[in-house]
């Protein structure tokens, strides 16, 4: 059973950053993707970024586009959500997750693996 474990979530002021770390316990997802989701109080989880494992490649909706940054460590099998600018509304429990298949995938029920999820919490 592949686990998941986020840290680096915390308390943050509007315009500050923030990075979110991922530690799988095994490489389980080398044909894979890895995304992270976040789920504020009374809304859905939303994902607010995807990368593919073996070739890097990334997608953000337009929330967080360009102040988001997603990446993978394959020595380490960590994926990091490098946050900046940071809004009040970007306020929420953050998820890691991933799914061993590589397709493009925006819904929470297409990935296998989650974390335990890591509060953020921005101020203005």
């Known amino acids: 059973q592949v686990h998941l474990v986020e840290s680096g979530g915390g308390l943050a002021q509007a315009g500050d950053s923030l990075r979110l770390s991922c530690a799988a316990s095994?490489?389980?997802?080398?044909?894979?993707?890895m995304a992270w989701f976040r789920q504020a109080p009374g809304k859905e989880r939303e994902l607010v970024a995807t990368?593919?494992?073996?070739?890097?490649?990334?997608w953000y909706p337009d929330s967080v586009k360009g102040r988001f940054t997603i990446s993978r460590d394959k020595g380490r099998n960590t994926v990091d959500l490098q946050m900046n600018s940071l809004k009040s509304e970007d306020t929420a429990v953050y998820y890691c997750?991933?799914?061993?298949?590589?397709?493009?995938?925006?819904?929470?029920?297409?990935?296998?693996?989650w974390g335990q999820g890591t509060q953020v919490t921005v101020s203005s």
């Open positions: 990368i593919t494992w073996n070739a890097g490649y990334t």
């Open positions: 997750a991933g799914r061993t298949g590589s397709a493009f995938r925006t819904d929470q029920a297409a990935y296998n693996y």
């Open positions: 095994e490489s389980a997802f080398s044909n894979g993707r």
